[in-house]
């Protein structure tokens, strides 16, 4: 697209009424939305809509495709990896679309407790997994720090649960607090001789803070941090968000096992109408896609 006037230094939206980044406008952007990393998994899972209506890729990354999925309106955008991309995602499609916004995250994680490659985890809650950069300087406190838990809504949640049992999807669904970590590397505990991390005891140090936790990934605590914070600038309304995550493990940390890209797209597809039926079985029908928008 090419880059149109931006309207305000505030909250950038061009002339034709695109938000800077992800680049969609009202009407364009159902309230249901699967969000994913990867722009491939979402080309994936678009197959299983009934009709697609819409779909814009944007000059940062971001991938909208909007269709109906037993007849109600449901988005899947992927963004990137990381914390920024998931608070680009929450805020440009929070000014774009009208009333309450339902929003599943599935994505993929490293398990740190006994699940394996191939299985699913449902985030009961998530917390974040900050770099101390003051610490690599100064040696005082804890070269990482670990957030508070935020809870997932947990409606949406038991429901990705018993679709995913429904659809068979993996050989086991694990519940539990997910580590959202401010990168792949150094946050995650993975060791190397390229920088200094002074990360060897990070896993052991948040499976005895967190007792229930059981995946690392990098987007969950924002998305659910958001949600919570979805009240107003006064703080004064109830959230207009609600989140839940699933997750295939893809990396095994005990084990040291990672998943064959043939086994990943496998559970992509299998788990695709899981996705979609908690989607549209738990939330409210307000559907305010633009009735110009056709089928691509
Ligand atoms: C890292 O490989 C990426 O995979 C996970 C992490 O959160 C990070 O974004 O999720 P996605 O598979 O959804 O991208
Ligand atoms: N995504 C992550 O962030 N970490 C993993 O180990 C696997 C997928």
């Known amino acids: ?17 695109r938000t ?30 009934d009709l697609l209506l819409f779909e814009h890729s944007s000059h940062r990354g971001f991938l909208t495709i909007t269709g109906l999925y037993r ?3 449901l988005s899947i955008v992927a963004i990137g990896m990381g914390l920024s991309m998931m608070d680009f995602f929450v805020r440009e499609t929070r000014m774009v679309v009208q009333g309450p916004l339902t929003i599943v995250r599935f994505g993929s994680c490293g398990s740190i407790c006994d699940a394996k490659t191939g299985d699913v985890i449902i985030a009961d809650s998530a917390f974040g997994i900050n770099r101390n950069y003051d610490y690599f300087d100064t040696h005082t406190g804890t070269p990482y720090r670990l957030s508070s838990l935020e809870a997932s809504d947990s409606m949406l949640a038991e429901h990705l649960v018993q679709q995913m049992q429904e659809h068979r999807v993996g050989r086991e ?19 190397g001789d390229d920088f200094y991390d002074d990360n060897d005891a990070l896993i052991p140090a948040i499976q005895e803070k967190v007792p229930g936790a059981v995946a690392l990934e990098m987007e969950s605590h924002m998305l659910f941090h958001l949600a919570r914070m979805s009240t107003g600038r006064l ?28 086994m990943s797209t496998q559970m992509v597809v299998a788990a695709t109408k ?20 056709g089928s691509v």
């Open 1 to 17: 697209m090419a880059i149109k006037q931006m309207d305000s230094a505030n909250k950038p939206i061009s002339s034709d009424g």
């Open 20 to 49: 800077y980044h992800v680049e969609t406008r009202p009407g364009e952007v159902a309230n249901r939305i699967v969000t994913v990393g990867d722009p491939q998994r979402a080309r994936i899972m678009a197959q299983q809509l």
């Open 71 to 73: 007849g109600l309106p």
């Open 173 to 191: 669904v694990v519940r539990g607090a997910v580590g959202n970590a401010d990168s792949f590397y150094g946050s995650q505990g993975r060791t």
């Open 235 to 262: 703080n004064a309304r109830p959230p207009s968000i609600r989140a839940a995550c699933a997750l295939l493990v893809f990396a095994d940390r005990s084990g040291n096992a990672f998943i064959s890209p043939e």
């Open 274 to 293: 899981a996705v979609f039926d908690a989607l549209v079985n738990d939330s409210p029908t307000q559907d305010g896609l633009h009735p110009s928008i």
